[in-house]
């Protein structure tokens, strides 16, 4: 089990782009949820409750076998071919908390 910490950023003015590749982003984290390697995901918008004001990005916290397997994952990442990620940050992450 390795964890990583992704933290994507998005574009100004992605917003049309980001909802249209939306269905196939979220097919992808369900594929990885259902696989039980999805620790968790979501959208960091710019105004909570408000998803028309836009997002900052997503964060994904998600096991991966290696960081080869990860950029592997990402390449099809369906918000970067959409151009709404500006980039993409990956860290190694250790889960404290919650235990079990």
């Known amino acids: 089990?390795?964890?990583f910490i992704i933290t994507c950023t998005d574009k100004e003015g992605t917003?049309?782009?980001r909802l249209a590749a939306r269905p196939a982003h979220l097919a992808r984290l369900e594929k990885l949820d259902a696989e039980g390697r999805l620790i968790t995901?979501?959208?960091m918008p710019k105004e909570q409750g408000n998803p028309e004001a836009g997002?900052?990005?997503s964060t994904i916290i998600a096991d991966f076998d290696t960081r080869a397997a990860l950029d592997?994952?990402?390449s099809d990442e369906p918000?970067?071919?959409a151009g709404v990620y500006s980039h993409i940050?990956?860290?190694p992450f250790?889960?404290?908390f919650p235990k079990g």
């Open 94 to 96: 250790i889960k404290a």
């Open 1 to 3: 089990m390795a964890l």
């Open 55 to 57: 997002f900052y990005g």
């Open 72 to 74: 592997a994952w990402l």
């Open 79 to 81: 918000y970067l071919a």
């Open 41 to 43: 995901a979501g959208p």
């Open 89 to 91: 940050d990956v860290k």
């Open 15 to 17: 917003l049309a782009a």
